[in-house]
């Protein structure tokens, strides 16, 4: 841990207009709850990472429907944040929602911005409309 906090300590000296910030994963988490637009940017060890990404997934109602993206300077991979679930399989459960805003989240990223935008209405009204199925809030399927 102490080798990551000097790298960003580093990082953030040679950008002294951006905000940095050292907090407790305990006061991250508070904060977070209370406020998720207080944060633009997160940087934390894996572990951590983990555990803030689930919170901030329960933040706007699960794992189902949590988009994800990692973006590197040479390449870039979205996916949904919840595995394959095969404890659901063949029971009509699946909730496409964490694929389709993941699928969004790529076509931003390649530029394809009205293809996106297409997307997320329909995936958004589908929502609104209850036809997509979320045991959390009781979405109608």
């Known amino acids: 841990m102490v ?3 000097q790298c960003c300590r580093q990082v953030a000296e040679k950008h002294p207009n951006i905000k ?3 907090m407790y994963l305990d006061t991250v988490c508070l904060n977070l709850v209370q406020d998720p637009s207080e944060f633009d940017v997160l940087v934390m060890p894996n ?3 983990d555990i803030l990404s689930d919170l901030c997934a329960g933040l706007i109602g699960g794992l189902g429907v949590t988009p994800s993206g990692n973006i ?3 390449g870039a991979v979205f996916e949904s944040v919840h595995g394959t679930a095969p404890d659901i399989a ?3 459960k699946a909730n496409p929602t ?3 805003l993941s699928a969004i989240m790529m076509l931003r990223h390649m530029n394809l911005t009205s293809h996106a935008d297409k997307i997320s209405r329909a995936c ?3 929502i ?3 036809k997509i199925f979320n045991s959390r809030f009781g979405w109608q399927s």
């Open 98 to 100: 964490a694929l389709l």
């Open 47 to 49: 572990l951590y990472g």
């Open 124 to 126: 958004f009204d589908a």
């Open 128 to 130: 609104k409309e209850g």
């Open 90 to 92: 063949g029971q009509d």
């Open 72 to 74: 590197g300077e040479g």
């Open 3 to 5: 080798l990551f906090l």
């Open 20 to 22: 940095y910030e050292e």
